[in-house]
């Protein structure tokens, strides 16, 4: 979220110094078009982990699959 704000004041204070008569109505367009990619990239920046199994799981994960329980 920090990297999100960082980049909308930078894209703000770009357009203000870049444009004399920029209104309102386009930062706010500017704003959401950020903020929009921000939520759209956020699943590409999450790191997913595996779950832990415990020993007594692995057991029986080998078991099924060599068949041994499968009746």
Known sequence: MLI???LLVAVNVFMLFNNDNINLAVLAIANTSVVT???LMFPLMV?????KITKSEKKELRK???GKNNK
Request: aromatic share 8%.
């Open 4 to 6: 999100v704000c960082t």
């Open 37 to 39: 990619a921000a939520i």
């Open 47 to 51: 790191t997913f982990r595996p779950e």
């Open 64 to 66: 099924n699959k060599t």
